[in-house]
């Protein structure tokens, strides 16, 4: 769909019109999605950020900038939208040691059998705070000093949670730390490639 179209359908949810909300959520349902997947443990999880974020998007969709392209603003809702979702679940939050976690062993050729969803997995599992900096970071281009607002941690926890979770990562692989780059480098490329395919197929068919 293309952005006039959105804006018709942002229109109609600005007047609270429930059609417009619906139509609006199964459009945009792949791309939103995909997103929350990267930051939550599972689809479950993922499932719960997204409707919360839709809600947030649609109580809020005043604040939207006509003049500005609507997926943007509505991928940093979802940010935020995890964001809240992992602050509540803090005091629940699994601290396990990473040494107590048993890595998984994949062959040499690893950069090339592992698919997106092998690599998503893998970053599901990290601790949720390792997901969080990770994903913030690594592949949606924040700094640590905004991540730290973001979190409510300090700049150098930020930094520190980074470097765990690569390590973690490697751990999983047991694979050397250039290895892990080219990994990242192709899971963030495979990340907004799916956010593309997935809103192309919802604008043709809805959601599936």
């Given at each position: 769909m293309v952005e006039k179209e959105l804006q018709?359908?942002?229109?109609?949810?600005?007047?609270q019109d429930r059609q417009s909300q619906k139509l609006l959520y199964q459009v945009l349902h792949g791309f939103a999605m995909g997103v929350c997947l990267r930051y939550a443990h599972n689809e479950h999880e993922a499932s719960e950020v997204l409707n919360d974020g839709f809600f947030k998007a649609f109580t809020n969709?005043?604040?939207?900038?006509?003049?500005?392209?609507?997926?943007?603003?509505?991928?940093?809702i979802m940010y935020h939208a995890a964001i809240d979702y992992y602050r509540a679940g803090l005091k629940w939050a699994n601290r396990?040691?990473?040494?107590?976690?048993?890595?998984?062993?994949y062959e040499a050729s690893v950069e090339q059998k592992l698919s997106y969803d092998d690599l998503l997995n893998m970053v599901q599992r990290l601790p949720p705070t390792y997901r969080m900096v990770f994903n913030l970071y690594a592949i949606d281009g924040y700094s640590h000093e905004e991540i730290g607002g973001m979190l409510g941690i300090g700049t150098g926890t930020s930094r520190s949670n980074l470097y765990k979770a690569r390590l973690?990562?490697?751990?999983?692989?047991?694979?050397?730390?250039?290895?892990?780059?080219?990994?990242?480098?192709?899971?963030?490329?495979?990340?907004?490639?799916?956010?593309?395919?997935?809103?192309?197929?919802?604008?043709?068919?809805?959601?599936?």
């Amino acid at each position: 769909m293309v952005e006039k179209e959105l804006q018709h359908l942002i229109q109609g949810c600005k007047k609270q019109d429930r059609q417009s909300q619906k139509l609006l959520y199964q459009v945009l349902h792949g791309f939103a999605m995909g997103v929350c997947l990267r930051y939550a443990h599972n689809e479950h999880e993922a499932s719960e950020v997204l409707n919360d974020g839709f809600f947030k998007a649609f109580t809020n969709i005043e604040r939207y900038d006509d003049k500005l392209p609507f997926k943007p603003w509505l991928r940093k809702i979802m940010y935020h939208a995890a964001i809240d979702y992992y602050r509540a679940g803090l005091k629940w939050a699994n601290r396990e040691d990473l040494e107590k976690l048993n890595p998984v062993m994949y062959e040499a050729s690893v950069e090339q059998k592992l698919s997106y969803d092998d690599l998503l997995n893998m970053v599901q599992r990290l601790p949720p705070t390792y997901r969080m900096v990770f994903n913030l970071y690594a592949i949606d281009g924040y700094s640590h000093e905004e991540i730290g607002g973001m979190l409510g941690i300090g700049t150098g926890t930020s930094r520190s949670n980074l470097y765990k979770a690569r390590l973690k990562l490697q751990q999983m692989l047991s694979q050397p730390q250039s290895l892990i780059v080219l990994l990242i480098w192709k899971y963030k490329t495979e990340a907004f490639k799916r956010l593309a395919v997935n809103e192309m197929l919802h604008s043709k068919f809805g959601r599936l």
